[in-house]
C-alpha cells in the first residue's frame, strides 16, 4: 500500500477573530502547534495567531498552494463568509488534537504520540 501524505491550507486568526492569517502545510497538526507556540518569528507571533478555524486537505502540494495562494487574494469579507459557512462560531478547530499534560517548556500541549 502506498503511503499516503496530504497537504492543507488553512486560515487561523486570534482570539478576537479580528486578525486572519492564511498558510499551507504538509504537517497541520505540528504547524499549528508551532503558531500556538509562536514558535515561527513574524505576522502570527506578532498578532497573537494561534486559533484554527478553517482547513482544507489536498492530496498534493501543487493544490493546496494554489488554494492558498487563491485565498489570500480573496477579500477578507469573503474568507469570513467562508469559515463562517463551516464553522459559524470560529471555535478553534485543533483545541482537541493535543494531550491536556502541560509542558512547562510551551506554551501549549504536546502533540498525541
Known amino acids: 500500500m502506498k503511503n499516503e501524505r496530504y497537504y492543507y491550507t488553512y486560515i487561523m486568526t486570534n482570539k478576537r477573530n479580528d486578525v486572519i492569517y492564511t498558510g499551507v502545510t504538509g504537517?497541520?497538526?505540528?504547524?499549528?502547534?508551532q503558531?500556538?507556540?509562536k514558535e515561527i518569528e513574524g505576522f502570527t507571533s506578532k498578532y497573537n495567531i494561534n486559533k484554527l478555524v478553517y482547513y482544507e486537505e489536498f492530496?498534493?502540494?501543487y493544490d493546496a498552494i494554489?488554494?492558498?495562494?487563491?485565498?489570500?487574494n480573496?477579500?477578507?469579507?469573503?474568507?469570513?463568509d467562508l469559515i463562517k459557512k463551516h464553522n459559524?462560531?470560529?471555535?478553534?478547530?485543533?483545541?482537541?488534537?493535543?494531550?491536556?499534560?502541560k509542558d512547562p517548556e510551551m506554551l501549549y500541549y504536546k502533540t498525541r504520540s
Open 74 to 80: 480573496w477579500r477578507r469579507q469573503w474568507k469570513l
Open 66 to 72: 494554489l488554494r492558498e495562494k487563491q485565498l489570500k
Open 59 to 61: 492530496d498534493n502540494a
Open 27 to 33: 504537517d497541520l497538526e505540528s504547524r499549528i502547534l
Open 35 to 37: 503558531h500556538k507556540n
Open 88 to 101: 459559524s462560531k470560529f471555535k478553534d478547530l485543533s483545541e482537541d488534537w493535543y494531550k491536556r499534560k
